[in-house]
């Protein structure tokens, strides 16, 4: 991983890379679900039609 912010946070709060890593991936993968669906409620408001 080549993040600054991943390994800062992974060797400050004491994780070992595999659990940062596999914290990480469950994190941005459920950001990315949840901005995803904003993403389509707000466009379905701009474009209810489309």
Do not use: C, H, Y
Not at 26 to 46: H, K, Q, Y
Request: charged share 15%; proline share 4%; no cysteine.
């Amino acid at each position: 991983m080549n993040d600054s912010g991943f390994w800062v946070v992974s060797r400050m709060s004491g994780m070992t890379p595999d659990e940062a890593l596999q914290t990480f991936s469950v994190t941005a993968g459920s950001l990315a679900v949840m901005g995803f669906s904003r993403d389509i409620e707000i466009l379905s408001t701009v474009l209810p039609f489309a």
